[in-house]
């Protein structure tokens, strides 16, 4: 039963371009949503989150966007960086849940 | 640096055998949750604990278990290893353990032979 899901595994984008994440969920109780994103041979690293309360939430060159109605998040990094490249998460956790249902990752790759 | 710590970050053993895998959260916080990533899945969720106490679990194996101390360092415990629990097994801590952010450790390596 996959709950959160990122139905796509990889993602090319050209440097300076804008990048747009995508995350499905089905569970109406989720009420907190987070992107994490993860380089080889490292723990996730918190990037933005968003309360269900919200329909965006924006942090330097990070917006995520939630679609309640739609049961849609969107992250979107612009202008996009090399740096940039690794694998994002999309996770969700809801309301007297502590745990986190994660996705199963993108790959980004930002070409120069 | 998230501030999570976790070691060893490799260990390689053997069938059958048990290992000890260690966690301490970041200062302040009280929650620490145990994560299992196998190759080519997402995160899976394991176990919670909250100052020193289990608050959740998730699809963790009788196999398995964890505890955290009274200075909020946490251990998870594998036993009768099998090939497939090789994997990345990762530690995350978070303030209260109600829903805020939780904050990952770089993880553990377990590759069992």
């Known amino acids: 039963d996959q709950q959160v899901k990122q139905n796509s595994p990889s993602l090319s984008v050209q440097e300076g371009r804008i990048s747009i994440l995508n995350c499905d969920y089905t569970?109406?109780?989720?009420?907190?949503f987070l992107w994490y994103k993860k380089y080889p041979a490292e723990g996730p690293t918190f990037l933005i989150s968003i309360s269900s309360i919200k329909d965006k939430n924006e942090d330097g060159r990070f917006t995520v966007f939630l679609n309640k109605s739609a049961k849609h998040l969107s992250l979107h990094i612009v202008p996009s960086q090399p740096g940039d490249s690794a694998v994002y998460f999309c996770?969700?956790?809801?309301?007297?849940?502590?745990?986190?249902?994660f996705g199963q990752g993108t790959r980004l790759t930002i070409n120069p | 640096d998230s501030g999570v710590t976790q070691t060893p970050k490799h260990l390689i053993t053997a069938t059958g055998q048990r290992v000890t895998l260690r966690c301490s959260p970041r200062?302040?916080?009280?929650?620490v949750y145990w994560y299992q990533q196998s190759l080519d899945q997402g995160l899976q969720f394991l176990i919670q604990?909250?100052?020193?106490?289990?608050?959740a679990k998730g699809n963790i194996l009788e196999r398995f278990s964890a505890q955290q101390f009274p200075d909020l360092h946490s251990e998870l415990n594998l036993s009768s290893l099998e090939l497939g629990d090789s994997a990345l097994y990762f530690c995350?801590?978070?303030?209260?353990?109600?829903?805020?952010?939780?904050?990952f450790g770089p993880g553990t390596r377990l590759t069992v032979l």
């Open positions: 604990y909250y100052n020193g106490e289990e608050r």
């Open positions: 569970n109406s109780m989720f009420d907190y």
């Open positions: 995350a801590s978070s303030v209260s353990g109600n829903t805020d952010t939780q904050y």
């Open positions: 996770a969700a956790s809801a309301r007297g849940a502590q745990k986190l249902v």
């Open positions: 200062s302040g916080d009280l929650s």
